[in-house]
């Protein structure tokens, strides 16, 4: 079974940052696409950042140059450094697991697998 636990949001203010961690179970990690999406009330789930097995990588124009996606194997764990935060960053943040290819990592349609999520949230 596919378990997905995402940890580290919090509060903070603008121009912050955040390291938000998403521990997965067996070996998901390493073998699996796995990306982080994000959900604003009142608005769509929309792609964050997202990492293929071999490690290319995927980001939204939105955080281009302020996050980034990493993970790590032996530890079973995928994170997402968020850095200069934004007040329109705040979101519900969510790691996702896709066992398989596909042509737009960034659309959570093509995940298969989630966890419960994280809050981030910034003030101006």
């Known amino acids: 079974q596919v378990q997905l636990v995402e940890s580290g949001g919090g509060s903070v203010q603008a121009g912050g940052s955040l390291r938000l961690s998403c521990a997965a179970s067996?070996?998901?990690?390493?073998?699996?696409?796995m990306g982080w999406f994000r959900q604003a009330p009142g608005k769509e789930r929309e792609g964050v950042a997202a990492i293929r097995v071999y490690g290319s990588t995927y980001y939204a124009d939105s955080v281009k140059g302020r996050f980034t996606i990493s993970k790590d194997n032996a530890r079973n764990t995928l994170y997402l450094q968020m850095n200069s935060l934004k007040p329109e960053d705040a979101a519900m943040y969510y790691c996702?697991?896709?066992?398989?290819?596909?042509?737009?990592?960034?659309?959570?349609?093509?995940?298969?697998?989630w966890g419960q999520g994280t809050q981030v949230t910034v003030s101006s």
């Open positions: 996702a697991a896709n066992p398989g290819s596909t042509w737009d990592y960034l659309r959570a349609l093509n995940y298969k697998y």
């Open positions: 067996g070996y998901i990690i390493s073998n699996y696409h």
